[in-house]
Protein backbone atom coordinates (compact mmCIF):
# COMPACT_ATOMS: atom_id res chain seq x y z
CA UNK A 1 0.00 0.00 0.00
CA UNK A 2 1.46 3.40 -0.75
CA UNK A 3 0.34 6.92 0.21
CA UNK A 4 -1.23 9.43 -2.39
CA UNK A 5 -1.00 12.72 -1.77
CA UNK A 6 -4.06 15.18 -3.31
CA UNK A 7 -3.13 19.08 -3.26
CA UNK A 8 -6.71 20.73 -3.16
CA UNK A 9 -7.46 24.18 -3.45
CA UNK A 10 -8.27 26.01 0.06
CA UNK A 11 -10.91 28.85 -1.23
CA UNK A 12 -14.73 28.94 -1.93
CA UNK A 13 -14.50 30.95 -4.02
CA UNK A 14 -13.08 32.81 -8.19
CA UNK A 15 -12.48 36.68 -8.02
CA UNK A 16 -14.03 37.32 -11.91
CA UNK A 17 -12.61 40.26 -13.69
CA UNK A 18 -15.51 42.42 -12.38
CA UNK A 19 -13.93 42.03 -8.77
CA UNK A 20 -16.97 39.50 -7.38
CA UNK A 21 -16.71 36.31 -5.79
CA UNK A 22 -17.66 33.61 -8.02
CA UNK A 23 -18.73 30.21 -5.29
CA UNK A 24 -16.21 27.52 -6.11
CA UNK A 25 -13.81 25.01 -4.45
CA UNK A 26 -12.98 22.15 -5.71
CA UNK A 27 -15.06 20.13 -8.43
CA UNK A 28 -16.93 16.94 -6.69
CA UNK A 29 -15.78 14.23 -9.12
CA UNK A 30 -12.66 14.82 -9.77
CA UNK A 31 -11.84 14.26 -6.23
CA UNK A 32 -13.98 11.25 -5.75
CA UNK A 33 -13.94 9.45 -8.96
CA UNK A 34 -9.51 8.89 -8.14
CA UNK A 35 -9.91 8.93 -4.11
CA UNK A 36 -12.27 5.53 -5.01
CA UNK A 37 -9.91 4.16 -7.46
CA UNK A 38 -7.01 4.33 -5.33
CA UNK A 39 -8.98 3.26 -2.08
CA UNK A 40 -10.16 0.58 -4.15
CA UNK A 41 -6.72 -0.53 -4.82
CA UNK A 42 -5.35 -0.31 -1.33
CA UNK A 43 -3.95 2.92 -1.51
CA UNK A 44 -4.20 5.42 1.45
CA UNK A 45 -5.17 8.88 0.02
CA UNK A 46 -3.72 12.51 2.07
CA UNK A 47 -5.12 15.54 1.91
CA UNK A 48 -3.26 18.71 1.91
CA UNK A 49 -4.61 22.08 1.30
CA UNK A 50 -3.13 25.69 1.93
CA UNK A 51 -2.65 26.51 5.28
CA UNK A 52 -4.32 23.42 6.07
CA UNK A 53 -7.97 24.24 5.79
CA UNK A 54 -10.72 21.92 5.15
CA UNK A 55 -12.03 21.97 1.52
CA UNK A 56 -14.67 23.34 0.14
CA UNK A 57 -16.83 21.51 -2.18
CA UNK A 58 -17.95 23.76 -5.35
CA UNK A 59 -21.87 23.24 -4.88
CA UNK A 60 -22.46 23.58 -8.91
CA UNK A 61 -20.69 20.11 -9.13
CA UNK A 62 -22.89 18.43 -6.54
CA UNK A 63 -25.96 19.67 -8.97
CA UNK A 64 -28.13 17.23 -11.04
CA UNK A 65 -27.21 18.06 -14.29
CA UNK A 66 -23.27 18.07 -13.66
CA UNK A 67 -23.53 14.72 -12.68
CA UNK A 68 -26.11 13.03 -15.33
CA UNK A 69 -28.97 12.77 -12.86
CA UNK A 70 -29.61 13.15 -9.39
CA UNK A 71 -28.88 9.23 -8.52
CA UNK A 72 -25.55 9.99 -9.79
CA UNK A 73 -25.21 13.26 -8.14
CA UNK A 74 -26.49 11.54 -4.98
CA UNK A 75 -23.89 8.95 -5.14
CA UNK A 76 -21.12 11.46 -5.34
CA UNK A 77 -22.55 13.29 -2.51
CA UNK A 78 -22.52 10.27 -0.29
CA UNK A 79 -18.97 9.93 -1.72
CA UNK A 80 -17.96 12.87 -0.65
CA UNK A 81 -19.10 12.60 2.86
CA UNK A 82 -17.37 9.48 3.45
CA UNK A 83 -13.74 10.59 2.51
CA UNK A 84 -12.35 11.45 5.88
CA UNK A 85 -9.72 12.71 4.62
CA UNK A 86 -10.92 15.54 3.01
CA UNK A 87 -12.34 16.87 6.95
CA UNK A 88 -8.11 16.55 8.14
CA UNK A 89 -5.96 18.08 5.52
CA UNK A 90 -2.24 18.52 6.03
CA UNK A 91 -0.45 22.19 5.80
CA UNK A 92 0.51 22.17 2.32
CA UNK A 93 3.78 24.06 3.25
CA UNK A 94 4.22 20.81 5.85
CA UNK A 95 4.29 18.21 3.15
CA UNK A 96 7.18 15.46 2.73
CA UNK A 97 7.11 14.14 -0.76
CA UNK A 98 9.27 11.54 0.03
CA UNK A 99 6.15 10.18 2.46
CA UNK A 100 4.41 10.10 -1.26
CA UNK A 101 4.02 7.55 -3.88
CA UNK A 102 2.26 10.00 -6.58
CA UNK A 103 0.65 13.56 -5.89
CA UNK A 104 -2.72 14.47 -7.58
CA UNK A 105 -4.25 17.48 -8.14
CA UNK A 106 -8.15 17.87 -8.62
CA UNK A 107 -10.16 20.89 -10.22
CA UNK A 108 -12.50 23.11 -10.18
CA UNK A 109 -12.39 26.76 -10.34
CA UNK A 110 -10.63 27.32 -6.78
CA UNK A 111 -6.86 26.66 -8.33
CA UNK A 112 -7.28 29.63 -10.37
CA UNK A 113 -7.62 31.70 -7.10
CA UNK A 114 -4.88 29.95 -4.46
CA UNK A 115 -2.96 27.74 -6.17
CA UNK A 116 -1.82 29.16 -9.15
CA UNK A 117 0.39 31.77 -6.99
CA UNK A 118 1.35 29.69 -4.23
CA UNK A 119 4.93 29.08 -4.01
CA UNK A 120 4.63 25.87 -1.70
CA UNK A 121 2.56 24.05 -4.11
CA UNK A 122 4.97 25.46 -6.95
CA UNK A 123 7.70 24.04 -5.26
CA UNK A 124 6.24 20.49 -4.03
CA UNK A 125 4.94 20.95 -8.27
CA UNK A 126 8.53 21.15 -9.46
CA UNK A 127 9.72 18.37 -6.94
CA UNK A 128 7.36 15.68 -8.18
CA UNK A 129 8.15 16.34 -11.38
CA UNK A 130 11.53 15.83 -11.25
CA UNK A 131 11.47 13.17 -8.87
CA UNK A 132 10.27 10.75 -11.34
CA UNK A 133 7.13 10.13 -8.90
CA UNK A 134 3.92 10.20 -10.87
CA UNK A 135 1.91 13.40 -10.57
CA UNK A 136 -1.84 13.88 -11.82
CA UNK A 137 -3.47 17.01 -12.87
CA UNK A 138 -6.84 17.47 -13.87
CA UNK A 139 -9.70 19.95 -15.54
CA UNK A 140 -8.47 23.27 -13.70
CA UNK A 141 -5.70 21.66 -11.57
CA UNK A 142 -3.25 22.58 -14.14
CA UNK A 143 -3.28 26.48 -12.76
CA UNK A 144 -0.93 25.23 -9.93
CA UNK A 145 1.40 24.47 -12.74
CA UNK A 146 1.78 28.44 -13.15
CA UNK A 147 3.66 28.77 -9.95
CA UNK A 148 6.18 26.27 -10.62
CA UNK A 149 8.82 28.39 -11.92
CA UNK A 150 12.51 27.52 -11.23
CA UNK A 151 15.14 29.72 -10.78
CA UNK A 152 15.32 31.01 -14.35
CA UNK A 153 12.24 32.46 -14.31
CA UNK A 154 11.13 29.71 -16.16
CA UNK A 155 8.44 27.30 -16.01
CA UNK A 156 9.41 23.66 -15.00
CA UNK A 157 6.56 22.72 -16.80
CA UNK A 158 7.59 24.31 -20.23
CA UNK A 159 7.90 21.74 -23.00
CA UNK A 160 6.06 19.41 -21.53
CA UNK A 161 2.59 18.08 -23.18
CA UNK A 162 -0.34 19.24 -21.12
CA UNK A 163 -4.09 19.33 -21.17
CA UNK A 164 -6.45 21.23 -19.12
CA UNK A 165 -9.84 23.25 -19.22
CA UNK A 166 -9.94 24.47 -22.37
CA UNK A 167 -11.16 27.78 -23.54
CA UNK A 168 -13.83 26.20 -25.58
CA UNK A 169 -15.35 24.81 -22.14
CA UNK A 170 -15.02 27.73 -20.43
CA UNK A 171 -16.48 29.80 -23.06
CA UNK A 172 -19.68 26.66 -23.32
CA UNK A 173 -19.44 26.86 -19.54
CA UNK A 174 -20.72 30.64 -20.01
CA UNK A 175 -17.52 32.11 -17.60
CA UNK A 176 -15.17 32.68 -20.32
CA UNK A 177 -15.51 36.23 -20.70
CA UNK A 178 -15.86 37.29 -16.98
CA UNK A 179 -12.97 35.78 -16.32
CA UNK A 180 -9.57 37.33 -15.35
CA UNK A 181 -7.55 34.72 -17.34
CA UNK A 182 -8.17 31.31 -18.96
CA UNK A 183 -6.32 28.18 -17.84
CA UNK A 184 -5.10 27.69 -21.52
CA UNK A 185 -3.87 30.92 -22.82
CA UNK A 186 -1.82 31.22 -19.39
CA UNK A 187 -0.48 27.64 -19.98
CA UNK A 188 0.53 28.16 -23.19
CA UNK A 189 2.19 31.65 -21.84
CA UNK A 190 4.16 28.96 -19.76
CA UNK A 191 5.39 27.09 -22.28
CA UNK A 192 3.87 24.43 -21.76
CA UNK A 193 2.84 22.44 -25.13
CA UNK A 194 -1.36 22.36 -24.59
CA UNK A 195 -3.06 19.26 -25.94
CA UNK A 196 -7.09 20.01 -26.40
CA UNK A 197 -9.58 17.71 -26.99
CA UNK A 198 -13.29 17.69 -27.82
CA UNK A 199 -15.38 19.79 -25.02
CA UNK A 200 -16.25 17.48 -21.94
CA UNK A 201 -15.00 14.48 -23.81
CA UNK A 202 -12.61 12.40 -21.81
CA UNK A 203 -9.06 13.50 -22.67
CA UNK A 204 -5.45 12.34 -20.65
CA UNK A 205 -2.39 13.49 -21.88
CA UNK A 206 1.04 11.14 -20.91
CA UNK A 207 4.51 12.84 -20.56
CA UNK A 208 7.26 11.30 -19.23
CA UNK A 209 5.88 11.06 -14.93
CA UNK A 210 3.12 13.72 -15.70
CA UNK A 211 -0.60 12.78 -16.23
CA UNK A 212 -2.92 15.57 -17.00
CA UNK A 213 -6.68 15.14 -18.02
CA UNK A 214 -8.80 17.99 -19.65
CA UNK A 215 -12.25 17.97 -17.80
CA UNK A 216 -14.54 15.78 -15.22
CA UNK A 217 -14.96 13.15 -17.38
CA UNK A 218 -11.18 12.69 -17.84
CA UNK A 219 -10.50 12.04 -13.77
CA UNK A 220 -11.29 8.51 -13.92
CA UNK A 221 -9.06 7.43 -16.87
CA UNK A 222 -6.65 9.64 -15.59
CA UNK A 223 -6.56 7.50 -11.93
CA UNK A 224 -6.54 4.61 -13.87
CA UNK A 225 -3.52 5.77 -15.96
CA UNK A 226 -2.18 6.98 -12.63
CA UNK A 227 -2.50 3.39 -10.86
CA UNK A 228 -0.42 1.57 -13.87
CA UNK A 229 2.24 3.76 -12.35
CA UNK A 230 2.61 3.11 -8.79
CA UNK A 231 4.40 0.11 -7.68
Known amino acids: MSKILFVITGVDHWTLADGTRHPSGFWAEEAVAPYEAFEAAGHEVVVATPGGVVPTVDKGSLAPEANGGQEAADRIAHALASMTALQRPLKLAEVDLADYAAVFYPGGHGPMEDLAVD ?3 GRLLTLALESGKP ?5 HGPAALLAATKEDGTNAFAGYRVSGFTNAEETQAGLADKAKWLLQDRLVEAGVDFQEGEPWAPKVVVDRNLVTGQNPAS ?5 AELLKRLP
Open 119 to 121: ADS
Open 135 to 139: LGVVC
Open 219 to 223: SAPLA
